[in-house]
């Protein structure tokens, strides 16, 4: 989990302070604007005395997850009241909703592709970014995406929302898909935190089997093709990180039988009860030998394999997988 970063929030309450006394001088009457005004400011002293982000109340650290959903907030969760504990049940209830409807069709076919994908919180929401775009008109292309957002809870979701919002206005106006990752890029460093980032796996399936890749810092997507094994290398950075960073796009094709198999890091870095980490090279071998299975299959296997792994160890963080295969036509 990523801790907060106090100088970006202090860069961001500053700026805030500073809209809403610009404000005050046009509505100087505004009861809400002046007590909003106060917190702002009393999270200001609390960041300059070192004191930001711990509970006036028991004088433990708040959940990071929390204060990053709401930096003005003086208590942990456990020293809510009722009610205010009832309304973040049911904000996390809606937000869990709401992220369930962005989700594509699972389980789903477009062209020769057979498509499926496993999309697994750590909590009631998640970080995960997950997307499959079908083709706007007969003969386009399909885009799929997985990724990850830093942190966990409400502020990774709300991050994820942006990202699959973004992504969609914005892809049938970039032709290519580097290009597509670096306009994303560029606005998540405009309005975003820059705690912030975001590592993805983006890619574009045509018709005849062309797959264009490019992968944003994100763990490395296993293609199989004609049997061989071959992983994505990174072509960019993570999205966030830099204004000005590029991206280069990796491109095979695919022939019937040929698969893909892409994950989060909560596959790769899940561990055992021994701390052992399950690893990249454990999911190549299995992939490798199961890659003759249905994408629905495969991500089956993956996740007994897990399980058996971990052999009941809890959970640590989001876990996402996406799979994928090139049918013969007509099949």
């Not at 290519?176 to 606005?187: F, H, I, K, P, S």
């Not at 000005?244 to 790769?268: C, E, N, Q, W």
Request: aromatic letters at 6%; a negative charge; one cysteine or more.
């Amino acid at each position: 989990m990523t801790p907060v970063d106090t100088a970006a929030v202090q860069a961001q309450l500053i700026e805030r302070s500073g809209r809403i006394r610009s404000a005050l001088e046009h509505v100087r009457h505004d009861d809400q604007l002046v007590h909003l005004l106060k917190d702002v400011d009393a999270a200001l002293e609390r960041i300059g005395s070192g004191t930001y982000g711990i509970c006036d109340v028991c004088h433990e650290p708040i959940e990071e997850e929390y204060l990053r959903a709401d930096p003005l907030v003086t208590v942990c969760l456990e020293h809510l009241s009722p009610g205010e504990q009832k309304t973040i049940e049911r904000d996390l209830e809606l937000a869990a909703r709401v992220q369930g409807k962005l989700l594509p069709m699972c389980n789903t076919r477009v062209y020769s592709w057979e498509f499926c994908y496993h999309y697994e919180p750590f909590g009631p929401v998640g970080g995960d970014y997950c997307d499959l775009i079908r083709p706007s008109e007969s003969g386009g292309d399909m885009y799929f995406f997985l990724g990850d957002v830093s942190g966990k809870g409400v502020a990774a979701s709300l991050l994820v929302s942006y990202l699959h919002a973004t992504v969609r206005s914005l892809l049938h106006s970039e032709p290519t898909l580097a290009g597509l990752m670096e306009r994303v890029n560029r606005l998540l460093c405009e309005t975003t935190l820059s705690s912030n980032f975001i590592t993805l796996a983006a890619g574009r399936a045509s018709a005849d089997g062309t797959v264009e890749f490019v992968n944003a810092g994100h763990c490395h997507p296993l293609v199989v093709r004609g049997g061989a094994i071959r992983s994505i290398e990174t072509t960019g950075l993570p999205l966030g990180i830099s204004f000005g960073a590029r991206y280069r796009s990796v491109t095979t094709k695919l022939a019937p039988g040929d698969s893909i198999f892409i994950y989060t890091d909560g596959l790769s870095e899940a561990r055992n009860s021994e701390k052992e980490e399950y690893s990249e090279a454990r999911i190549s071998a299995l992939v490798a030998r199961e890659s003759g299975v249905t994408p629905e299959a495969l991500i089956g296997i993956a996740r007994r394999d897990l399980s058996a792994f971990s052999g009941g160890s809890g959970k640590f963080d989001d876990l996402s997988i996406m799979a994928m295969r090139r049918l013969s036509e007509g099949t």
